[in-house]
């Protein structure tokens, strides 16, 4: 596998069920990144991970949970979310340098919908 | 606060005509910006970036810092280029990507 790869593509789960998204970088980058792509809204960025660290939180709800065990890795734990959590959520990664992005190589996204 | 703007939801040209994506950002410093496209069942892409002064694809965009605009423009549009553009801006210091609401390019045979 090269690029960015996520899984599941789809998934469908209840209001109170729990579910991960994964995310798995092939790039050797040192940041990784949580959007939420719905059609209502522009990209929206949710968490930002930085040589494993979170260095960014944009006010996301606490039912969505990020977590970065290593640079090559990003997950979003859901938990308990409601009918307008349901978008498409991409993660992408870079090269950070001194906290400059540069270019986002973007995963084909996991469409999620919730019941 | 740092800001991206396309004005434009949707463009929709005939084929060989010009094509002109307007977008506009706010940021006191010195930011990068870029052009990213999603072409229909494919995954978000970069087009290109203002530091490499590329022309990709045949479209090219200067940055004006006077304007604060970086459109994307295309002297003869093809049906291929009908896609979803997406205006972004990083920053040092920055971590991360701002992008704008995006354009739907809708290119007519």
């Known amino acids: 596998e090269t690029g960015v790869t996520q899984t599941p593509r789809h998934l469908v789960m209840g209001m109170t069920n729990k579910k991960s998204l994964k995310c798995e970088q092939h790039?050797?980058?040192?940041?990784m990144y949580w959007y939420k792509q719905s059609a209502k809204k522009p990209l929206e960025l949710m968490f930002v991970?930085?040589?494993?660290?979170?260095?960014e939180n944009n006010s996301v709800p606490s039912r969505f949970s990020p977590e970065c065990p290593n640079s090559s890795h990003l997950f979003l734990h859901l938990h308990t979310l409601q009918p307008e959590d349901s978008a498409l959520y991409l993660c992408?990664?870079?090269?950070?340098?001194?906290?400059?992005?540069?270019?986002?190589?973007f995963g084909e996204g996991s469409r999620l919908t919730v019941l | 606060a740092q800001r991206v703007t396309q004005p434009e939801k949707l463009l929709s040209v005939f084929k060989g005509a010009p094509v002109e994506l307007k977008c506009n950002y706010s940021?006191?410093?010195?930011?990068?910006l870029f052009w990213y496209v999603q072409y229909s069942r494919q995954r978000l892409q970069l087009l290109l970036r203002?530091?490499s002064r590329e022309s990709i694809k045949g479209f090219t965009a200067d940055l004006n810092k006077g304007e604060t605009s970086f459109h994307l423009k295309k002297p003869f549009a093809q049906e291929e280029d009908s896609a979803m553009y997406y205006c972004?801006?990083?920053?040092?210091?920055?971590?991360?990507?701002?992008f704008g609401a995006g354009t739907r390019l809708f290119v007519k045979a």
């Open positions: 991970y930085s040589l494993e660290e979170r260095v």
């Open positions: 992408a990664s870079s090269q950070d340098r001194s906290g400059f992005t540069g270019e986002l190589f």
């Open positions: 940021y006191s410093g010195s930011p990068e």
């Open positions: 203002h530091i």
């Open positions: 790039l050797g980058h040192n940041a």
């Open positions: 972004a801006l990083s920053y040092t210091g920055g971590f991360k990507t701002i």
